[in-house]
């Protein structure tokens, strides 16, 4: 994958299990016909180019980005054997100059310099380019991008540098878990499958350069062809605008033959019937069963409904049985594709010490649930309810944006008939239920065909793989084992899902109460703090309810932090059946713990959130966990805390950043030594305080009115009977003012070879002409910071500089992870840029400034693109007291107003040799002595005797 740290993007696939009433959208010059909701207000067209290159073009008039993706369908599994990574390699070098635009990185610095973004990601059968842009410059941006596929230059003198990133990034993941998992299943692959091979790509498999070169071009030019892609083009623009831009840039990608391979399966019977056991420090279980592709039957998806009930959560559910024996602590399922000629079934368990030991009697109820489906089949009453759900998720369906709707067209246009792109994933209306596909399915699920993973810190060593070095054992199944997982287990009672009561009905959208307000309005009440925001305009009969539970200070300690998670724990489990029900009937519930108290999210369809809410709270208060239930949530508690140890460095040690700063947060480590005092009578104290809760602060946002509001509202008070008192306050979060001229340093533990390096840099003002000096500087130094140190020194693959607001606080943080280079080079390779960029700034005009400004001003102007969004965005402002809504309009005038003779004395305040800033820095090891009283060993220590801002 190749991307900027700076601003990057992280995509989820577009579409999702639900459906739907089409209409047509016509594209009348190649008779196309695409399927879409009646409410969809987007048009579409589906165009193939005289070279063969086939286009999905959307007009968006709401739009506030133009994006742009192309697919080539060819990835790791089309590279020869002898260049491991080469297609991941050829993506990275795609960007180093074209014959029109030959100057390496022109297309990054043009993108992100215009408010845009990219990024690339090289897959099995597919690699994705992508980038999104502000609309006035996506013709000039896909000018650049469409000469990576007509003439790029593959400059020579940059194949090490591109190597370097390469191998940087294979570093980047050697700690991670899930590529450790992955190399396993690689590993016990049949090796006559590409997908046996490593990948990634390093120095390593890359090493004959005499050779590389010309494989990299004999593979573009196999692979890299108008008939072998795809292209999505999203934005405002009109849908004749958006043909002409694609005929005009895209025509000329050469022509091409396509190549059909005919490959084995990538687990053939002698891979399967296997059981792996992988060395982890975390206990899962996974039930995998390997199945000839269903991609055929798009349309009838079996695969997806015999994986909903796997994974059902309600009463007498596979999950329900195993959890009251004690075994495990969660369960989901997953159907997917592993390669074209294969599907994947995934039964998924978070297990407990004693379910480690039972897992044969673990996959023993996995096949009883499956012969239990097979005996009763799919309930029409489960399948009435998909279809209903999917009709009402596509008639309302999110608009994505623009960039993730783009890379989620062209990603399955090669999959699909352009006709069925946007009901592929759907079930239809008048869809019947597919039996004999999902009888054939559950047919396959034998012992025979799975493969079972237990991954456990108790793993006796036969095997380590050659790349991540994962320890793992492996064995064929028994017949003794074979012939438990298929004889039935009388004492068990599995019921199938009931018709859902929470599925919404009434669907009108309400009428606007007076003018339309921009912002919310708070409604003056007696104890409670009620904001109203009506908000029809996303069209949608969708709503947001935000109920904050104030109590006094619920972080105050590492105890009590971890109590009000626990407690949530506690409610989650209580709920688990009635929440799937109500996530399945298109509503979503959360609870979050933080330092000013629990808080309640509901979002979803807005009929019946009434009933939803009634029915959530009276579970609540019903609660009575016991002292096991206490010691079940401690541990999966504690193991999650344990969780954190296996994050990259870079996430931790910015998690340990915003922990040191943060008042009052807490380290994962305090509060795992606080989960070993904690005891049931102090949980039993803090249910007890939440329910002497004396504040209520409530968002009602969306389908919503006066009357919808003032009645949930009615809903709350019998619960919250002190209300009215509203005298518990929490400790408003605060910020640790660093004192200038100093420079902390937290050393944290690198488990592998990589190095970190984080520098922070905190000003002490708090105004807004401060922060738009500091977001404006940090968009400047964004690309010759990347440029410089991962581009031309090749220090590192992971690097980032952005600004970092903690409340109003003002700050610039650079963070880089290396492979090679010790924290004293960072750090010292970090000083020598800024150096150097102060002097460049002395070279700078207004003018070269005014794109930087337009663009960050652009981003901050935009409004939230989804109601769900919106909601957050309100509930943050209306936290943080910014209860004006005015914090965007006030940032962007300020910057607006940034002189570059002040942002460059704003540049030589902050990085002056005589330090006038608080700075932390955060490193992986050093061999430099650090005086004592720098030295941060104890975050509570430094907020203790530190001033709040």
Request: with cysteine; glycine share 4%; aromatic share 10%.
């Amino acid at each position: 994958m190749l991307s900027r740290f700076v601003g990057v993007h992280r995509f989820s696939l577009l579409f999702c299990l639900c459906l739907f009433f089409t209409s047509l959208s016509v594209f009348a010059k190649n008779e196309i016909v695409i399927q879409k909701s009646p409410l969809d207000t987007r048009e579409y067209g589906y165009i193939e180019l005289s070279n063969g290159l086939k286009v999905m073009v959307v007009s968006d008039k709401k739009a506030k980005a133009t994006a742009a993706a192309l697919v080539v369908n060819a990835g790791s599994f089309d590279e020869p054997s002898a260049h491991l990574g080469l297609a991941h390699y050829l993506e990275h070098m795609l960007f180093l100059g074209t014959k029109k635009f030959p100057q390496p990185d022109e297309f990054q610095q043009f993108v992100t310099q215009n408010g845009g973004g990219y990024n690339a990601t090289t897959k099995d059968e597919q690699t994705s380019f992508f980038f999104h842009i502000q609309p006035e410059f996506f013709a000039s941006a896909l000018e650049r991008f469409s000469d990576f596929f007509i003439a790029p230059l593959f400059n020579a003198d940059f194949m090490d540098r591109e190597l370097h990133n390469v191998d940087s990034e294979f570093h980047l993941n050697l700690g991670q878990d899930n590529y450790r998992f992955e190399e396993v299943n690689k590993q016990t692959s049949n090796p006559l499958h590409p997908y046996s091979r490593f990948s990634a790509g390093n120095a390593k498999t890359l090493n004959q350069k005499e050779k590389l070169y010309p494989a990299v071009k004999a593979f573009y030019k196999q692979h890299y062809h108008a008939n072998n892609m795809t292209l999505a083009l999203v934005g405002p623009q009109s849908k004749d605008e958006l043909e002409k831009l694609a005929r005009l840039y895209f025509s000329s990608i050469p022509s091409g033959q396509k190549t059909k391979q005919l490959r084995p399966m990538v687990y053939e019977p002698q891979q399967l019937g296997m059981d792996l056991q992988v060395r982890s420090d975390v206990k899962e279980l996974l039930i995998q069963f390997y199945l000839p592709s269903q991609q055929k039957h798009y349309k009838e998806k079996p695969g997806q409904l015999v994986s909903m009930l796997l994974g059902y959560e309600g009463k007498g559910a596979l999950l329900q049985q195993l959890k009251q024996k004690g075994w495990i602590m969660s369960l989901s399922s997953q159907y997917g594709a592993v390669a074209k000629e294969q599907d994947v079934l995934t039964i998924h368990s978070a297990l407990t010490d004693e379910g480690v030991r039972h897992i044969d009697d673990i996959t023993q109820m996995v096949f009883a649930y499956i012969h239990h489906l097979q005996a009763r089949g799919i309930p029409q009453h489960f399948f009435n309810d998909v279809k209903a759900m999917n009709h009402l998720s596509f008639q309302h369906d999110v608009v994505d944006e623009p960039i993730d709707f783009a890379q989620g067209l062209a990603e399955s246009l090669p999959l699909v008939p352009a006709q069925d792109i946007l009901t592929a994933n759907y079930y239809l209306k008048n869809q019947a239920l597919p039996e004999k596909e999902v009888q054939f399915l559950l047919s396959e699920l034998r012992p025979q065909t799975m493969r079972r993973t237990l991954l456990n810190g108790n793993v006796k060593i036969e095997h380590t793989t050659p790349w991540y070095q994962a320890s793992y054992q492996k064995r064929k199944l028994t017949g003794q084992q074979i012939k438990q997982f298929t004889s039935p287990i009388r004492q068990v009672s599995f019921v199938l899902p009931q018709s859902n009561a929470f599925l919404p009905e009434k669907l009108a959208l309400l009428p606007q109460e007076g003018k339309v307000k921009a912002t919310p309005q708070k409604i003056e009440m007696e104890g409670i703090s009620l904001w109203l925001h009506q908000n029809t305009s996303f069209n949608v009969p969708r709503s947001n309810i935000i109920v904050n539970i104030g109590f006094k200070d619920p972080h105050a300690t590492p105890k009590r932090a971890l109590l009000a998670d626990l407690f949530i724990q506690c409610i989650e489990e209580e709920l688990q059946e009635k929440l799937s029900a109500v996530t399945f009937a298109g509503n979503n519930i959360s609870f979050q713990s933080h330092p000013r108290g629990i808080s309640l999210h509901l979002s979803g369809y807005s009929d019946k959130q009434q009933l939803i809410l009634m029915q959530i709270l009276q579970t609540i208060t019903k609660l009575e966990p016991s002292k096991g239930d206490f010691k079940k949530a401690l541990q999966r508690y504690m193991l999650r805390l344990q969780g954190y140890q296996h994050q990259a460095l870079y996430q931790q040690a910015l998690s340990d950043l915003d922990t040191m700063l943060y008042v009052p947060t807490w380290h994962p480590e305090e509060l795992f030594n606080a989960a070993s005092e904690t005891t049931f009578r102090d949980f039993q104290h803090f249910k007890q305080l939440f329910w002497q809760a004396g504040k209520l602060d409530i968002l009602v946002h969306g389908n919503v009115n006066k009357k919808t509001a003032t009645q949930l509202v009615d809903v709350l008070k019998p619960f919250f009977p002190n209300y009215k008192q509203n005298v518990l306050q929490a400790t408003p979060e605060r910020v640790v003012k660093l004192d200038s001229h100093k420079t902390w340093y937290r050393p944290i533990s690198s488990f592998d070879e990589n190095q970190i390096l984080v520098w922070y840099l905190q000003h002490p003002q708090t105004d807004y002409p401060t922060m738009a000096k500091m977001v404006l500087l940090a968009r400047l130094l964004e690309g010759p910071y990347f440029h410089k140190l991962r581009v031309e020194q090749q220090l590192a693959y992971a690097l980032q500089v952005s600004p970092h607001m903690m409340n109003n606080v003002s700050g610039l943080l650079f963070w880089i992870q290396s492979p090679t280079a010790s924290p004293e080079k960072l750090q010292q390779e970090i000083k020598q840029f800024v150096t150097e960029f102060r002097l460049n700034m002395q070279q700078m005009t207004e003018e070269n400034i005014a794109p930087f400004k337009n663009a960050v001003v652009s981003q901050i102007r935009q409004m939230p693109q989804t109601l769900d969004d919106e909601a957050q965005f309100w509930w943050m402002s209306i936290q943080r007291g910014d209860h004006e809504f005015s914090r965007s309009a006030s940032l962007s005038q300020a910057i607006e107003k940034v002189t570059l003779p002040e942002l460059i004395a704003f540049a030589d305040e902050l990085f002056a040799k005589e330090q006038k800033t608080g700075q932390v820095m955060i490193i992986s090891s050093t061999q430099k002595p650090i005086p004592r009283d720098q030295l941060i060993m104890s975050m509570s220590a430094l907020k203790d005797k530190s001033h709040l801002l």
